[in-house]
T-cell receptor, first 112, second 114 residues
Framework: SQKIEQNSEALNIQEGKTATLTCNYT??????LQWYRQDPGRGPVFLLL?????KEKRKERLKVTFDTTLKQSLFHITASQPADSATYLC???????????FGPGTRLSVLP | DGGITQSPKYLFRKEGQNVTLSCEQN?????MYWYRQDPGQGLRLIYY???????QKGDIAEGYSVSREKKESFPLTVTSAQKNPTAFYLC?????????????FGDGTRLSIL
């Protein structure tokens, strides 16, 4: 069956460290993968998109990798800050790119 | 500012009642989507529309209905046939085929049963 998993429901790290979040998928063949941030009671906000032929994408303190062989994406936040505390969702394109399937999310807490 | 507006923020439904959630966008996006989010779960697609007067069922369409009479509006009706409607509902839009375009989300409507 098709499945998207994100490494853990919650992740706690110390301020200044690098947070690494994992998105693994089974029985999907995405051409695109997106990462979103969601704060409590708010809608998700788009962060980054990576294509299947791109190994890595960066935006300021954020870095995303996409390994179609391992069927995995890693999302890194370097020099993490308490303001980075949120839930992070990965999403894969699905149904010939007509829509996206979302993972359950990882709730990141950056401790001061 | 351009964006997506969902209303109301909180909604209560009585047993046997239909309720309609509003979603309006001024981003001039062709595609619009409705998702349901339950605690600890990812977003699940209810319905989507790529163009006015056309919409498609998502993964969990049973008990829901939509219309797309105007480009900027995509209301969702939660019918009495939806037996477990308590959830956080999110509307999104994008510039057509979403695979390589970001989705822009509203701030959701939280629906509860009285």
């Amino acid at each position: 069956s098709q499945k998207i998993e994100q490494n853990s429901e919650a992740l706690n790290i110390q301020e200044g460290k690098t947070a690494t979040l994992t998105c693994n998928y089974t029985n999907y063949s995405p051409a695109y993968l997106q990462w979103y941030r969601q704060d409590p009671g708010r809608g998700p906000v788009f962060l980054l998109l990576i294509r299947e032929n791109e190994k890595e994408k960066r935006k300021e303190r954020l870095k995303v990798t996409f390994d179609t062989t391992l069927k995995q994406s890693l999302f890194h936040i370097t020099a993490s800050q308490p303001a980075d505390s949120a839930t992070y969702l990965c999403a894969l394109d699905h149904n010939y790119g007509q829509n996206f399937v979302f993972g359950p999310g990882t709730r990141l807490s950056v401790l001061p | 500012d351009g964006g997506i507006t969902q209303s109301p923020k909180y909604l209560f439904r009585k047993e046997g009642q239909n309720v309609t959630l509003s979603c309006e966008q001024n981003l001039n996006h062709d595609a619009m989507y409705w998702y349901r989010q339950d605690p600890g779960q990812g977003l699940r697609l209810i319905y989507y529309s790529q163009i006015v007067n056309d919409f498609q069922k998502g993964d969990i369409a049973e008990g829901y209905s939509v219309s797309r009479e105007k480009k900027e509006s995509f209301p969702l009706t939660v019918t009495s046939a939806q037996k477990n409607p308590t959830a956080f509902y999110l509307c999104a839009s994008s510039t057509g085929r979403p695979a390589d375009q970001p989705q822009h989300f509203g701030d959701g409507t939280r629906l509860s049963i009285l």
